[in-house]
């Protein structure tokens, strides 16, 4: 009798010390949603659908669906914007336009907070995405996303809809000096599903091609 009483109390105190942990990683996340002025928000279809690059200059691969990694990531996801980008985007959309963005992908688990921060990519060709950042980068342009502009066009004419960017991601409440290319490649084995430089499907994706 002792000993089923013993067992029942340690599963309690056990159970309590999850329970408290998870709390408090899940109220963690509020400090910096407030610092940042992020609100939750759903991504338009077509961007969750769609596949995403993760290197800003030179990337390596394609990735995808968007909606694939986030169920890769496990934990609680949610997605967030920035008060004042949704404006922006609120009043470009009005305008008529379809705007770039950026959109935070919150992960809460009972080890960890996290956010991967993905650019929305509304191109439907590799020259309206080379022009985007030829209106900010000048004539610096073509030396910094000359390359990555042709191996677009490449995947673009085979199928691919890439509609994201993972530009970086978050964790202790610090940008990570890694790669997200790498990152998610070696922190949850999110492999890719197509090779930019040597333009072919890679693995599984490549079967059902």
Not at 7 to 30: F, N, P
Not at 144 to 149: M, P
Request: charged share 25%; aromatic share 14%.
């Amino acid at each position: 009798m002792l000993k089923r009483w013993c067992l029942a109390t340690s599963i309690l105190i056990l159970a309590s010390l999850i329970i408290t942990v998870a709390a408090v990683t899940g109220e963690s996340a509020q400090p910096f949603r407030q610092q940042n002025g992020l609100l939750a928000y759903t991504p338009p279809a077509w961007f969750l659908e769609g596949y995403f690059i993760a290197r800003e200059r030179n990337p390596g691969y394609v990735f995808g669906p968007v909606q694939d990694f986030v169920r890769a990531v496990g934990g609680k996801t949610t997605w967030l914007i920035e008060d004042l980008e949704l404006k922006r985007v609120e009043q470009a959309l009005a305008d008529g336009s379809n705007p770039e963005y950026s959109l935070y992908l919150e992960v809460v688990s009972p080890a960890r907070t996290e956010y991967w921060v993905f650019v929305v990519l509304p191109y439907e060709s590799a020259q309206e995405w080379f022009d985007a950042r030829r209106a900010y980068h000048g004539r610096k342009a073509e030396d910094y996303y000359g390359k990555t502009q042709r191996e677009l066009e490449r995947a673009l004419r085979l199928g691919l809809k890439i509609k994201g960017e993972l530009r970086f991601f978050i964790e202790k409440g610090d940008i990570s000096l890694q790669s997200p290319e790498n990152a998610i490649m070696n922190k949850y084995k999110f492999q890719p599903v197509f090779d930019l430089s040597a333009g072919r499907w890679l693995g599984s994706a490549a079967k059902t091609k």
